[in-house]
């Protein structure tokens, strides 16, 4: 399983990562076919955001219908881990299983080397299994590499 983020978007990511440390940031990424065409920032709600994250079910809301409006949907949902690496937590898997949001991927980045930023993909399951998902940067070259000759 791959999501295509392009490079623009992830910049946009660390960008966001980055500004909000030491607290994490949140947000969603918007698109169609496993690839993010845009990136909607959220504010963390969280009562300890240096710590956890919890975006505004209405902002969420409204960027899901926004996605629809354009024939899009959430594609995946990303935060940053401000001191820790980019793999989700026992309380993120927990929360994507009791909200009901395990159908889109969750993108994490990790701001432990704060110089060299990393984000990871993960497919969580409504059972709690995480599998990783491959980032490509670009959807067409990825097609071109693994189509058989």
Not at 97 to 116: N, Q
Request: glycine share 6%; proline share 5%.
């Amino acid at each position: 399983m791959l999501i295509v983020i392009p490079k623009r978007i992830l910049a946009e990511l660390f960008s966001h990562a980055l500004g909000s440390d030491p607290e994490e940031c949140c947000g969603v990424l918007v698109g169609s076919d496993g690839e993010a065409r845009s990136i909607t920032r959220m504010r963390n709600e969280h009562s300890q955001p240096i710590r956890r994250y919890q975006m505004s079910p209405i902002e969420l809301m409204r960027a899901e219908q926004n996605a629809d409006a354009k024939g899009e949907s959430i594609v995946a949902i990303y935060h940053s881990h401000t001191f820790t690496q980019a793999y989700p937590s026992k309380t993120d898997i927990r929360n994507a299983i009791e909200s009901g949001w395990t159908d889109p991927i969750y993108l994490l980045i990790s701001l432990v080397e704060k110089t060299r930023p990393i984000a990871r993909a993960f497919k969580l399951s409504d059972c709690g299994a995480v599998s990783e998902v491959y980032i490509a940067t670009d959807g067409k070259a990825y097609q071109e590499m693994t189509e058989p000759s």
